[in-house]
């Protein structure tokens, strides 16, 4: 049943990602039952832990990663239908998932006006290979949908993966983190001085990927980052 489904969804893309019904993207009834966080209110949630530790030095922390806020829109909840849309979105060439779910995600965020004073959208890059292999950056996808509803301009050339690292989810704990050590570079750094930068990712889990990523663009004078995971793990 669920090749046949997949099968269905690789020749009839008229089908909801999550429940297979008839529908022209995410159908209105798991648009409802999607998994939220609701953590575009809340600081100090569990996406922010995360990223800078749930310690006493939380804020210090927070502070020496020029990170202002993190936040996910969903959670990923194994066996739940949001793990069978992430699947087809990544790995079976169905990038507009990403993008529908970032629009919906903006729409959220701006009531708890998580998105107020941003520059300018990063997704976090793929390596030139895997970018190659795929056809397409499904961070990229999701940047899309939240400039759909915000207008904000999205950039893909400062921020470059330079390691083409193995996948993380198939890292231990340990192995994760220095799988992406040093992966990312950031060009010409001076044209973003002083921006307030929206990073956008499809999943966090460990948090790894974006710590290094931010690390990497600690480059950009006087910037701050605010971080958006499509999921978090």
Do not use: W
């Not at 930068?197 to 460990?206: F, K, N, P």
């Amino acid at each position: 049943m669920a090749l046949l489904s997949n099968l269905l969804d690789l020749l009839c893309p008229h089908t909801c990602p999550m429940c297979g019904g008839y529908s022209n993207g995410i159908c209105k009834e798991c648009i409802q039952s999607l998994p939220r966080t609701e953590q575009a209110a809340l600081r100090q949630n569990s996406t922010e832990y995360v990223l800078a530790g749930e310690g006493h030095d939380f804020v210090r922390q927070m502070k020496v990663m020029h990170l202002d806020k993190a936040a996910a829109f969903l959670h990923y909840e194994k066996d739940h239908p949001i793990q069978r849309a992430i699947h087809l979105m990544k790995y079976a060439d169905q990038p507009m998932i990403g993008q529908q779910l970032g629009h919906l995600a903006a729409v959220d965020m701006q009531y708890a006006d998580f998105l107020e004073g941003i520059d300018v959208i990063i997704p976090v890059p793929l390596h030139p290979k895997r970018m190659r292999e795929r056809g397409y950056n499904q961070s990229e996808y999701i940047a899309r949908g939240i400039r759909e509803v915000t207008g904000i301009p999205i950039d893909t050339t400062h921020v470059t993966r330079t390691r083409n690292t193995p996948k993380q989810a198939l890292q231990t704990g340990e192995e994760r983190k220095h799988n992406v050590v040093d992966a990312f570079e950031v060009n010409h750094p001076e044209q973003l001085y002083n921006k307030h930068i929206l990073v956008v990712d499809d999943l966090i889990t460990t948090g790894e990927t974006m710590r290094s990523c931010l690390k990497a663009m600690k480059r950009i004078r006087g910037a701050k980052f605010t971080v958006f995971a499509l999921c978090k793990a």
